[in-house]
């Protein structure tokens, strides 16, 4: 009979609100969700959806868009889910002088911090660019992603739908954004279809974690 084997996966930021302590299933597939550019006036809606199939989710943040939305962020953090930066005001990092690209990180990391008391540990990279200058200059881990719903450009739920499900494997790391009311829509069709092909919803910490042991 194959052995069970459960990892207890603990998380700590400094600040005992995000504690996570899940048990992930390390014979099981998994799957981390993210989302970039939010939050908006669609994100709240998208938590409802997350709550309803009882699954986590990574949020990259805009950093001016923050206060905007502080219960949003909050209710993330209260869900378990987590916050990564994305930048103050969008800006092409990469393309930016040294000072700038610290700027809109930490900007990001201080308004984060002062509305959920959570520090991100996780930077994408606007336009998933980078260089060795934004490596060297950062003390978050630099995330990008495996899969692309390419719901920026699909205009059609159904669509981004199969974009995901026709590539998604194990272990991957799914982009999309919580900018559009399209995506809402696709993720009703996808979560679903995701847990019965045996997929557990992790965050991209825990996706490292889980990777850590099963390599
Ligand atoms: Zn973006």
Not at 77 to 101: A, C, F, P, Q
Not at 119 to 128: A, D, H, Q, S, V
Request: proline fraction near 2%; charge should be positive.
């Amino acid at each position: 009979m194959k052995k069970i084997v459960f990892i207890l996966i603990i998380l700590l930021c400094g600040c005992n609100s995000m504690e996570v302590n899940r048990i992930i299933d390390v014979n099981k597939k998994v799957v981390a969700i993210t989302f970039d550019d939010g939050p908006s006036v669609y994100t709240n809606k998208l938590l409802d959806v997350l709550d309803f199939y009882d699954v986590n989710a990574t949020f990259f943040v805009v950093g001016n868009k923050v206060k905007r939305y502080e219960d949003v962020l909050k209710r993330m953090v209260k869900r378990n889910d987590e916050i990564g930066n994305h930048s103050y005001s969008h800006k092409w990092l990469t393309r930016l002088k040294l000072g700038e690209m610290e700027k809109q990180i930490n900007m990001t990391q201080d308004v984060i911090f002062d509305v959920t008391g959570y520090r991100p540990k996780l930077l994408r990279p606007t336009y998933g660019a980078v260089n060795r200058v934004l490596r060297k200059n950062t003390d978050l881990s630099i995330v990008l992603w495996n899969v692309d719903s390419m719901d920026w450009k699909t205009k059609n739920s159904t669509k981004i739908a199969y974009n995901v499900l026709n590539k998604v494997q194990n272990g991957d790391i799914i982009l999309f954004h919580d900018t559009y009311e399209r995506t809402l829509n696709a993720l009703k069709i996808i979560i679903p279809k995701l847990l019965i092909d045996g997929y557990q919803f992790v965050t991209v910490s825990e996706l490292k974690a889980y990777n850590g042991l099963n390599k």
